[in-house]
């Protein structure tokens, strides 16, 4: 496969370049929002809420959005995301510009906020696939968490740009136009998620066959395994890295604990840029389940040795680290799940890979946080970095011996 493959389709270029600048616009609002929220309410509870939000709507609605990609033009899904995401923007500059917010209507905005994110994640990838086709598919899911990952990392330092210079309102209200370019690029690309799959697809599925795909899918081990194994990613470290990293930064005592903090939240995020940028330029790993199941423990490891070590240059580095782990073994899992998956049942399987990389997202402040209050956040997120590596060979034990179907396009 040829280097940066996915870049040579115009379309998938330009795809990806829209997809970081919507996940940067993401990341954004959240900057200006969880802001707000703090200094208006002070509301630890409410803190709260914003990750249960964020991630509940992944878990209960993902097969729901598979169904929508899999029966409808996956352009007007991801539109129809966009349009709810900058809603919710100007939702919040109203607001913000009265004065009226009040908690019952944050709470309101933040689970919309969640479902358009929801709407977003089949959808696109099977427009990648449409895009690059199935020879390019593995740089195509490669690239674009890379570019996802480079707007996660841009997005908290032009969020606080746009926090200091425009104020708030100024801030939220400008976000809006930072969404367009992906909307309005899908009124003129003619892929639909479905061409490719055009001779394959003999008619559209039913909204009742939503969650039959789950009794579809379980003889096929490599599908389960590589679903399972994005699930403790998530489960186990998730969101809860992002979350506890101001202790993290406060006990490493490298000085300013605010710098420290956001030096440590750049490497974390850093490692995934760098990461898909050097994987793609070498063409050193394809995709395979011994792949995934590697990268995986080696991001519960070097999360592991973050959590325990006194060593700040340590713990960068193995924030770094980890960031590539991460997306090699995300990317390769989602590869795998893609090339697998019946035309037919693309969406649905797709959006099952959702609710477990994405819902499970929520069991990480059980796992990391909620135990952390008992046994400290250091041990808490070593234990649970731990069991993720175990988790993880035993998944990938279970792909080997278990029975598979063969691959239906």
């Not at 509301?43 to 029966?71: C, E, K, M, N, T």
């Not at 394809?286 to 490891?301: D, E, I, K, L, N």
């Not at 400290?376 to 590596?389: K, P």
Request: charge should be positive; glycine fraction near 12%; proline fraction near 3%.
């Amino acid at each position: 496969m040829r280097r940066f493959a996915a870049l040579r389709v115009a379309d998938s270029r330009t795809y990806l370049v829209g997809a970081s600048l919507a996940m940067m616009a993401d990341n954004i609002e959240h900057v200006i929002t969880y802001w707000v929220l703090w200094e208006k309410f002070h509301s630890p509870a409410l803190a709260g809420f914003q990750v249960i939000s964020h991630w509940l709507p992944f878990l209960l609605f993902s097969l729901l959005s598979g169904a929508l990609a899999d029966r409808y033009d996956c352009r007007r899904v991801i539109q129809a995301g966009q349009a709810l995401f900058m809603l919710v923007s100007a939702a919040w500059g109203v607001l913000f510009l009265t004065g009226e917010l009040e908690i019952w209507h944050a709470c309101v905005l933040l689970v919309l906020h969640g479902c358009a994110g929801v709407l977003w994640g089949p959808a696109e990838q099977m427009m990648l696939h449409d895009f690059v086709g199935r020879e390019a598919l593995p740089s195509a899911v490669r690239l674009n968490a890379t570019f996802k990952s480079l707007g996660v990392l841009c997005g908290p330092a032009v969020g606080s740009l746009l926090l200091l210079g425009l104020g708030p309102t100024g801030g939220i209200f400008a976000n809006i136009a930072i969404y367009l370019p992906l909307t309005i690029f899908l009124f003129r690309t003619r892929y639909t998620g479905h061409v490719r799959d055009a001779g394959t697809r003999q008619s559209r599925p039913g909204f009742r066959d939503t969650f039959r795909v789950l009794r579809d899918v379980r003889d096929d081990s490599l599908l389960v395994g590589m679903i399972v194994l994005a699930g403790l990613g998530a489960f186990f470290v998730g969101a809860s890295l992002q979350s506890t990293m101001p202790v993290f930064a406060n006990d490493l005592g490298a000085g300013n604990a605010g710098t420290a903090y956001g030096v440590l939240l750049f490497a974390a995020g850093v490692g995934g840029v760098v990461g898909g940028v050097v994987l793609e330029a070498t063409g050193w790993i394809r995709p395979s389940v011994p792949v995934a199941v590697v990268a995986t423990v080696v991001y519960g490891a070097t999360t592991l040795v973050f959590a325990v070590t006194g060593s700040y240059p340590l713990a960068l580095g193995m924030l770094v680290l980890s960031g590539i782990a991460n997306l090699v073994a995300t990317s390769t899992a989602q590869t795998v799940v893609q090339m697998r998956a019946p035309a037919a049942e693309r969406g649905r399987i797709l959006g099952l890979y959702g609710m477990s990389s994405s819902g499970l997202r929520l069991g990480s402040g059980f796992t990391v946080g909620a135990a952390g209050t008992v046994v400290g956040v250091h041990t808490s997120l070593a234990a649970s970095a731990g069991t993720m590596c175990v988790a993880a060979l035993a998944v990938g034990a279970y792909s080997a011996r278990g029975r598979t179907r063969p691959v239906r396009t």
